[in-house]
């Protein structure tokens, strides 16, 4: 679908996380949406969290990642650089909660939120060399097709909820068209459902397993899902790993204000008591300075009532500031409650490491290399030699090479 932003590079020259207001761990802050969703809740209502998201999230992957050779590769690569997986992880802050709830909402794994992590380091203002843009790097055609829009005035592929609400509808999509496989909905959402489908049609016609462990698929795809696990078994051993979860406070995640008439950014700003830069990345799709009203405006939650107070003033605010969790007034503040909501939907189950994921057959093409094939697998050549008792790395087209993931030796 796009060009992946590696993530570790990022790492080293996109800036630290904003911070704003103060830091702590609320119990649960619940409302109940007038939306009803069947999430497996007894009261039939959807419930809406504003604890910390990543601790949410953590309570929710209940299974083990087995120790597959090209997981291990990408998680040890991300531990290399502990803090720069720190920085983006909390780099998420504002944007997090909102994504978090509108996936519970969906029914949709809460993993998912981790996408944004790979595609963009949580950076709305990223854009990668095939003109992706935003926190779940839409690219042109993709964003058209999903109803962004992109103008010399505004990109909706920048802003959080637009965003947000079309990668859900395109995960859901693509789940649906892959029979519930989460490993092929994430490739596909990384290389395309094209690409995927034709490397399973290959596989089809020489008998060989589809999972998607078993693929042929891009070099960037091949890294994707098996980081994308990677990070959920780093979420999920933290502890052990050695990695500082984000300690999220509500106060900073954004909110809404719906503006009536023309201003600038600049003057906002001033008026939120925050930089240009940091109200300009909380609404990174508006491309001008000064945006023509009617628009919705984007502020952490800690600054939204000064700011709203200010605005109202002048006659420029349509509405009363609206959380995002629930598109409700903050007039109605939840109350405090610890909730026993628990959501089982993961991307991980039963299916997601079949039997024979562990050993592949490859099917060698034109213009392969036993160098070549080992890159795109993460293992030694030797080991390839040794698990087809070849004498030399000559190989050809048509040959079927056994990749045995369980033994190999991730480079």
């Known amino acids: 679908m796009k060009k992946l932003l590696i993530f570790t590079v990022l790492c080293l020259f996109l800036g630290a996380c904003h911070h704003h207001g103060p830091r702590y ?10 939306n009803t969703a069947n999430n497996g809740n007894n009261s039939g209502s959807y419930v809406s969290i504003t604890q ?16 597959n050779g090209r ?10 650089n502990p803090k720069g997986f720190e920085t983006v992880a909390l780099r998420s802050e504002p944007y997090v909660y909102y994504i978090i709830n509108q996936l519970r909402k969906n029914n949709l794994p809460t993993e998912l939120a981790l996408i944004p992590l790979i595609e963009s380091a949580y950076d709305p ?22 109803g962004l829009q992109q103008s010399s005035s505004f990109d909706a592929r920048r802003d959080l909820i637009a965003s947000t609400n079309s990668a859900i509808s395109l995960l859901q999509n693509l789940n649906n068209r892959f029979n519930g496989d989460w490993l092929l909905t994430l490739a596909a959402y990384n290389a395309g459902e094209g690409r995927v489908r034709r490397a399973i049609e ?4 020489k008998g060989l397993p589809v999972n998607y462990w078993s693929l042929d698929l891009p070099t960037e795809t091949m890294h994707y899902v098996p980081k994308i696990l990677a990070i959920i078994d ?26 009536s008439k023309n201003i600038s950014l600049s003057k906002i700003a001033k008026y939120s008591k925050l930089s240009l830069d940091e109200l300009t990345t909380y609404n990174a799709g508006y491309v001008q300075q000064t945006v023509n009203g009617p628009f919705h405006l984007l502020v952490p939650y800690s600054h939204a009532k000064d700011l709203f107070t200010k605005l109202k003033k002048e006659n420029l605010v349509a509405n009363e500031i609206t959380e995002l969790l629930q598109d409700t007034s903050s007039a109605n503040m939840p109350f405090e409650f610890k909730s026993n909501f628990n959501q089982k939907t993961s991307i991980i189950n039963k299916n997601t490491f079949p039997k024979n994921a562990k050993k592949i057959a490859y099917l060698v093409k034109a213009g392969d290399s036993l160098y070549s094939i080992a890159q795109n697998y993460r293992v030694k050549i030797t080991d390839i030699l040794q698990w087809n008792n070849l004498k030399n790395s000559k190989v050809q087209e048509g040959d079927i090479l056994t990749i045995n993931l369980a033994n190999a030796n991730p480079i």
């Open 71 to 80: 997981i291990k590769a990408e998680r040890e690569r991300l531990l290399r």
């Open 25 to 34: 761990n609320p119990v649960v802050r619940i409302k109940y949406s007038k």
């Open 52 to 67: 910390n998201p990543w601790q949410y999230m953590l309570n929710q992957i209940d299974v083990n990642i087995p120790e």
């Open 125 to 146: 203002l990223a854009t990668s060399p095939a003109q992706a843009a935003g926190l779940w790097q839409f690219v042109p055609i993709t964003a058209k097709e999903y």
């Open 202 to 205: 290959k596989n089809q016609a």
């Open 234 to 259: 780093i979420v999920k051993n933290n502890k052990r790993y050695g990695i500082k979860l984000p300690d999220c406070s509500y106060e900073n995640s954004l909110v809404r204000i719906d503006i």
